[in-house]
């Protein structure tokens, strides 16, 4: 069983930038595929970021490349979410998950076993 709690959300100026934080307990995260989610008012859960379970394979959605970025911390059970250049349509609630085996399916949210109850993000224009 592992136990998720995302953090750092908040209100943001567009353009500016927020470090979100997911912080896992239970069982190690070592083993575990992390993903970001978001899910704005009147949308599906849509997939933002992921990475393997060592960190060095990342996977990020078209419409953050670039802007944000994932990492993870196996040792201290965290995974982090660094987004810069925020845009309005980045405003959602975000959610952290953790899933046994991704493999190629890293974009579904079916493919997670673990997810937090997630941080909100505004982002004001």
């Known amino acids: 069983q592992v136990s998720l709690a995302e953090s750092g959300g908040g209100l943001v100026q567009a353009g500016g930038s927020l470090r979100l934080s997911c912080a896992a307990s239970g069982r190690s995260i070592s083993t575990y595929g992390m993903g970001w989610f978001r899910q704005a008012p009147g949308k599906e859960r849509e997939f933002v970021a992921a990475a393997d379970v060592s960190g060095w394979t990342t996977y990020y959605a078209d419409s953050v490349k670039g802007r944000f970025t994932v990492s993870r911390d196996n040792n201290k059970m965290m995974l982090y979410l660094q987004m810069d250049s925020l845009k309005s349509e980045d405003t959602a609630v975000y959610y952290c998950?953790?899933?046994?085996?991704?493999?190629?399916?890293?974009?579904?949210?079916?493919?997670?076993?673990?997810w937090g109850r997630g941080t909100q993000v505004t982002v004001s224009s």
């Open positions: 998950a953790a899933a046994f085996s991704f493999g190629d399916s890293y974009e579904l949210p079916g493919a997670y076993d673990y």
